[in-house]
């Protein structure tokens, strides 16, 4: 009698096993432990225009009020469906219409707002402190905070919006409440926070409540102002050329816990050396025109366009004029346990 080839007694044992929720380690190990990053997320480049046409168009459809937030958002092709712009984060482009409001509540998730196009009346306001907004700006609105956007101007206000949904929905922890009025009540002005504790110093009887920073708004005229103070000494990073992280001016950390948000500048004609972490990272592009090569795609950018460089992939960013570009991660959480690894081309 001819035994069962052990390829069979293998496949009919784990095809038995399977059924009562058991899976044998070694028909999946491989592909559960791997021998370096294999991201399922691709390169993706999204021109602003191109998402704005259909953003004004959803615009026309429903209010803000009725969306509760009138965002598309941008889904990586590598993983479509899932709303996540990397297996970790969220990305979408938000617009507040004149005259509208986005009712107020909050969430377990953290967010930030990164201005687009609009401001002279636009606004976000955080647990009371009322925000303008510019392009350039960069406004925080941390996790179990309430927070409600404005659009006072004349004009249409729209921002990228960066969330750690993915993350939260990761440990089933997400939790949303919202508030009895459209407007959580402004009881604080414009700037409030920056000045108490973005100035280099802090109140005397300040201590934090929670791992963010106390500052609400980043504004994009002081950001400028310190890398044009930077780039005096030409003193570029080959990777980077010289970039900045947003901190919690109270412990130097990152701004938020588990999202790290970055501005970098590029000189004109700079060509970056091949660099790779294990932190996916979205860009945004503040000014000027280059692209970017990630492995053996080249993504062309301007102003107001978004792009996504996935985990451990070689890349370099190409400027052809000088270049300014924001950027968010989840660096922070990579850090914090100890996964966090980048390859300078010195491996």
């Known amino acids: 009698m001819t035994e069962t080839p052990k390829s069979e007694k293998l496949s009919s044992f784990s095809d038995k096993v399977t059924k009562d929720n058991i899976r044998p380690l070694w028909d999946v190990l491989s ?4 021998p370096e990053p294999k991201s399922r997320c691709e390169a993706a480049l999204w021109k602003y225009n191109e998402v704005r046409p259909l953003l004004m168009e959803a615009g026309g459809l429903l209010t803000a009020k009725e969306a509760e937030r009138r965002v598309l958002i941008l889904e990586n092709p590598g ?23 986005a009712p107020a509540h909050k969430h377990s998730q953290s967010a930030f707002r990164f201005v687009l196009e609009g401001g002279d009346g636009a606004y976000t306001a955080v647990n009371g402190e009322k925000a303008y907004m510019e392009v350039g700006d960069l406004i925080l609105t941390p996790s179990g905070t309430w927070h409600d956007h404005g659009n006072e101007s004349d004009n249409p206000v729209i921002w990228l919006d960066g969330l ?17 009025e459209d407007e959580h009540p402004h009881v604080k002005s414009d700037g409030d926070s920056l000045a ?11 201590e934090a409540e929670m791992p963010t920073s106390p500052v609400i708004k980043y504004p994009y005229s002081r950001t400028k102002q310190i890398l044009n103070k930077m780039k005096e000494t030409k003193d570029w990073d080959p990777c980077h050329g010289l970039k900045l992280m947003y901190v919690n001016p109270s412990d130097g950390k990152s701004a938020m816990p588990t999202l790290g948000a970055y501005m970098q500048l590029l000189p004109a004609g700079f060509i970056t050396s091949s660099y790779r972490s294990t932190d996916a990272t979205i860009y945004s592009v503040v000014e000027g025109n280059g692209k970017t090569k990630i492995g053996d795609k080249i993504l062309e950018w301007g102003p107001k366009d978004t792009f996504v460089v996935p985990s451990w992939h ?12 924001f950027s ?20």
């Open 31 to 34: 592909t559960l432990v791997t």
């Open 79 to 101: 993983i479509p469906g899932e709303s996540k712009i990397t297996t970790s984060l969220y990305a979408g482009i938000q617009l507040v219409l004149p005259g509208e409001i």
């Open 164 to 180: 750690d949904i993915p993350i939260v929905q990761f440990f089933d922890a997400s939790f949303m409440e919202h508030h009895t």
């Open 196 to 206: 108490r504790y973005g100035s280099g110093m802090l109140p005397m009887d300040y």
């Open 314 to 325: 070689h890349h370099q960013h190409i400027a052809d004029s000088e270049c300014v570009l």
């Open 328 to 347: 968010f991660s989840d660096r922070p959480v990579q850090k914090a346990l100890g996964l966090w690894r980048e390859d300078r081309g010195n491996r």
